[in-house]
């Protein structure tokens, strides 16, 4: 069973930034592939960014490419996504979630946080 608790979110202006954090209790974090998913009101939770437990393989969302950076440090058992040149369109709940392989597929993620409101204003 792992817990996965965000933190980060809040209020920011079109063209602003954030860093959010998730941070796992589960003692085998190391071994998981990460990834940042959202949703937002009345639409249905889309991939955002994946990263696997080495680092090497890293996928993003056509819509956050170039703006978004995911990146994990093991030893913290922490996964991080920097939000850059922030878009009204951007506004959603944010959550992070751990799984098995290296996926787009929310099928393919057993854990999920609580997730945490990012709101872009213009």
């Known amino acids: 069973q792992a817990h996965l608790v965000e933190s980060g979110g809040g209020l920011v202006q079109t063209g602003g930034s954030l860093r959010l954090s998730c941070a796992a209790s589960e003692r085998t974090f190391t071994r998981y592939n990460m990834g940042w998913f959202r949703q937002a009101p009345g639409k249905e939770r889309e991939f955002v960014a994946h990263?696997?437990?080495?680092?090497?393989?890293?996928d993003y969302a056509d819509s956050v490419k170039g703006r978004f950076t995911i990146s994990r440090d093991n030893a913290k058992s922490t996964v991080y996504l920097e939000m850059n040149s922030l878009k009204p369109e951007d506004t959603a709940v944010y959550y992070c979630a751990a799984a098995s392989v290296r996926s787009r597929s929310q099928a393919h993620y057993a854990y999920w946080g609580q997730g945490t409101q990012v709101t872009v204003s213009s």
């Open positions: 990263m696997d437990w080495s680092g090497t393989s890293i």
